[in-house]
């Protein structure tokens, strides 16, 4: 993995909560440390049934930490063009998104990185959420180290 700058790709099921969440955290840690690096996220199975452009609970808690969710879109599905394009992807639920990867984009099924971290129908927000922000800080912290 380059060390210098590049983008993270976070990966989940619907680009709506979890994987919008480590991309925003993510962006606002990197600011932060002057982390050259940026991040992106997008869905592998984009849901047409969510209310509005993003999870109330991705919402909220990035209200309480005081990170900016500008600008504001809508969940985006993931193309071969942005795995190409990613210097490291990561999918936030190993369980869930491994197969999702096989079936969808199976060439890089073991070219990313996965976490687990729990959905709503797991686990409340205010478990996953944090346990996401450990996830995110650790990366930050291997981001840090690796700069020297």
């Known amino acids: 993995m380059p060390v210098d700058s590049g983008t993270v790709l976070f990966l989940c099921t619907g680009n709506y909560y979890r994987s919008r969440f480590?991309?925003?955290?993510?962006?606002?840690?990197a600011i932060q440390y002057q982390i050259p690096w940026k991040a992106i996220s997008r869905g592998?199975?984009?849901p047409t049934d969510n209310e509005g452009s993003l999870s109330p609970h991705t919402l909220k808690e990035c209200e309480r930490l005081e990170i900016s969710v500008?600008?504001?879109?809508?969940?985006?599905?993931?193309?071969?063009?942005?795995?190409?394009?990613a210097d490291l992807t990561i999918a936030v639920k190993a369980t869930e998104h491994q197969p999702l990867m096989r079936s969808l984009f199976p060439e890089w099924e073991t070219r990313i990185e996965y976490w687990e971290v729990h959905d709503l129908d797991i686990v409340p927000s205010a478990t996953a959420l944090p346990h996401l922000r450990r996830q995110v800080e650790a990366l930050i912290t291997r981001f840090r180290r690796e700069r020297g």
């Open 44 to 46: 592998l199975r984009i």
């Open 70 to 85: 500008e600008p504001l879109r809508r969940p985006l599905p993931l193309t071969i063009a942005e795995l190409e394009q």
């Open 22 to 29: 480590a991309e925003y955290y993510f962006r606002h840690l």
